[in-house]
């Protein structure tokens, strides 16, 4: 999906920007001691900032419709996946702050001759309350110039993106690939 206008670029990143890591404002939580040392707890958020890389996974489950592969030329009702509800729990694997990943991996890019480094110009954009005209002026830049590094700016963000980690079916590696891993597990 590439964003035509800078408007939908604006609606699909506020609607992923909270998922982010919490920022730790505070470093421990009051009146609270952890350990046989006594040292105070950290608060959640700062045990979030500590433990979790923004590559960080969870394990989930997705309720998804029923193709019925397995039933072959029984009935529907005989699939042995969903019983013949029609739909069955998938366990997928999703990162768990998606956006920061994005944010991280965008920290990575090349900056533009001339031009603001587009996590700066992303961090400026979510600091003036997603208002591109705003930020425009901020930046100091001609408005259609300003919209333009700012489109493309979340246009490299949204490519970034992923909710979770991409798996390669093992029919698709070579068969080196597949008894390394064989081995290894």
């Not at 800078?6 to 404002?25: E, K, N, S, Y």
């Not at 830049?141 to 949204?158: C, D, I, N, S």
């Not at 993106?161 to 008894?179: D, F, I, N, T």
Request: proline residues 6%; charged residues 20%; aromatic residues 8%.
């Amino acid at each position: 999906m590439t964003f035509v206008a800078l408007t939908d670029a604006i609606d699909w990143t506020v609607a992923r920007w909270d998922g982010q890591r919490p920022v730790p404002i505070r470093l421990h939580q009051a009146r609270s001691v952890d350990g046989a040392l006594g040292g105070l707890m950290f608060t959640h958020s700062f045990a979030a900032a500590l433990d979790g890389s923004p590559s960080a996974t969870s394990d989930a489950v997705r309720t998804v419709a029923c193709y019925h592969p397995l039933a072959g030329t029984r009935p529907a009702r005989d699939c042995p996946e969903c019983f013949g509800i029609g739909v069955k729990d998938v366990r997928v694997v999703r990162y768990r702050y998606p956006m920061s990943l994005a944010l991280d991996k965008l920290a990575n890019v090349l900056r533009p001759r001339r031009h603001p480094h587009p996590l700066m110009l992303v961090f400026a954009l979510a600091d003036h309350r997603w208002d591109w005209q705003a930020t425009s002026r901020s930046l100091d830049v001609h408005p259609e110039t300003g919209e333009a590094l700012l489109l493309r700016a979340l246009r490299q963000l949204h490519s970034r993106y992923a909710e979770g980690p991409v798996h390669v079916s093992w029919l698709a590696k070579s068969e080196s690939q597949q008894h390394a891993e064989m081995l290894a597990s």
